[in-house]
């Protein structure tokens, strides 16, 4: 075929350079529209947010700085058994229980003479009983009413109320007790008393007992020295 040169070949290839420059000049179109578009929207953003207008984003937002809360008056509790105090000290408790209705023994008579036991069984049942403080400190440096030194290696401080002898309960009030024999260094009879405080230390004390009346001195290695009389 010859169309290329004759006037009809001519004719197609002048209207597919017409098509041609047609697509072409649709193209260029869409995109300035297509740009146009993209900056009015961009522009749009730009003056929202110079306003002070918030634009929606899908972005995750960011958590703030964590404040921690401060407790109110009410939040704050009483100290009592269960709390401490500003130093981190439990607060002592002061529930009591009653050992005696009225208080026995006396602190007018003064004692005389000593008792030594024959073995540490006996001075361990001296030991045992109620005893009412006779002097001015105890042999802990307290001034409590006195002194319940129970059989089941226990010990209690004691209060007194109305006439009425009461166990105090809580650190620095109770604890365990427990005896040794210092015979070998100290001489025959001779036992020592350690009281274990609930929270704290130990006391070790020398026990010494009257020959009458039934007097017990509990002496803290000269730290402290507590005078005792039997209650029951």
């Given amino acids: 075929m010859s169309c290329a040169r004759s006037s009809g070949h001519e004719c197609c290839t002048w209207i597919g350079s017409k098509m041609?420059?047609?697509?072409?000049?649709?193209?260029?179109?869409?995109?300035?529209?297509?740009?146009?578009?993209?900056?009015?929207?961009?522009?749009?953003?730009?003056?929202?947010?110079?306003?002070?207008?918030?634009?929606?984003?899908?972005?995750?937002?960011?958590?703030?700085?964590?404040?921690p809360s401060v407790p109110g008056p009410d939040d704050i509790?009483?100290?009592?058994?269960?709390?401490?105090?500003?130093?981190?000290?439990?607060?002592?408790?002061?529930?009591?229980?009653?050992?005696?209705?009225?208080?026995?023994g006396t602190c007018d008579e003064a004692p005389s003479g000593i008792r030594r036991a024959?073995?540490?069984?006996?001075?361990?049942?001296?030991?045992?009983?109620?005893?009412?403080?006779?002097?001015?400190?105890?042999?802990?440096?307290?001034?409590?009413?006195?002194?319940?030194?129970d059989a089941n290696g226990r010990w209690s401080k004691l209060t007194l109320s109305d006439g009425e002898l009461s166990v105090l309960e809580g650190w620095n009030n109770e604890g365990g007790w427990e005896?040794?024999?210092?015979?070998?260094?100290?001489?025959?009879?001779?036992?020592?008393?350690?009281?274990?405080?609930d929270g704290s230390g130990t006391v070790m004390t020398h026990p010494a007992f009257a020959a009458e009346p039934d007097f017990m001195r509990l002496d803290n290695n000269g730290v402290y020295r507590g005078d005792y009389v039997r209650v029951q």
């Fill in 179 to 197: 005896t040794i024999d210092t015979s070998m260094m100290n001489g025959p009879g001779a036992y020592q008393l350690n009281l274990k405080i």
């Fill in 118 to 149: 024959a073995n540490e069984q006996e001075f361990q049942g001296w030991l045992v009983g109620a005893w009412r403080l006779c002097s001015a400190s105890s042999a802990f440096g307290t001034d409590e009413a006195g002194l319940l030194i």
């Fill in 77 to 104: 509790g009483v100290l009592g058994s269960d709390d401490t105090d500003a130093e981190g000290t439990p607060g002592a408790s002061t529930v009591h229980s009653p050992i005696s209705a009225q208080i026995g």
């Fill in 20 to 67: 041609h420059t047609t697509n072409r000049t649709h193209s260029e179109q869409f995109i300035r529209g297509a740009l146009r578009d993209i900056a009015m929207a961009l522009l749009a953003g730009v003056t929202c947010l110079a306003c002070g207008g918030a634009v929606d984003a899908d972005e995750p937002s960011v958590p703030g700085p964590q404040v």
